[in-house]
């Protein structure tokens, strides 16, 4: 048989006030309790450090700048760039994979409306109306000669 097991009370205890302090389920006695203006992690949180081109070697790769012949022309631009290009071009040839990558990327086509009508300023719109009166004078030029 087993020896029976002595059960003792904090309120039994002599030594020990407890001032109507229950002890409990998230309620630990007073004496473990940490001291006012002692931390629970005296050492504090390991310090981040900023990534090291060694911890990340993938990113400092894509950034680095490739020669790419854009239009005739030369250009020295990232890897990114140049997959977001390729994705692009892609996507507008009809690889409908690409074009569903691109619309999750920026967020859907309601935030890339909402984008568009955001960027297009007045000067935008003033420059719009100017070409329509120029092509509004043309055209009825045109018109007035026949």
């Known amino acids: 048989m087993s020896k029976p097991t002595k059960i ?3 309120e039994e205890d002599e030594g020990q006030k407890t001032d109507g302090y229950e002890v409990g389920y998230a309620k630990p006695p007073k004496a473990t309790q940490f001291k006012k203006g002692q931390s629970g992690n005296p050492r504090g949180r390991r310090p981040r ?3 090291e081109e060694d ?5 400092s790769y ?3 700048p490739v020669p790419v012949t854009i239009g005739g022309k030369q250009q020295k631009i990232t890897r990114y760039d ?3 290009m390729k994705l692009v071009s892609q996507a507008m040839n009809g690889n409908l994979g690409s074009a569903r ?3 999750q990327a920026t967020g859907g086509l309601k935030d890339v409306r909402e984008e568009w009508k955001r960027q297009k300023t007045q000067a935008d719109q003033d420059a719009i109306e100017q070409v329509l009166r120029e ?3 043309w055209f009825g030029e045109k018109k007035t000669r026949q």
């Open 101 to 103: 990558l691109l619309i």
């Open 62 to 64: 894509m950034l680095e």
């Open 49 to 51: 450090t900023a990534y």
């Open 8 to 10: 003792v009370h904090l």
């Open 55 to 59: 911890d990340f070697p993938i990113r």
């Open 82 to 84: 140049v997959l977001l």
């Open 135 to 137: 092509a509004d004078a």
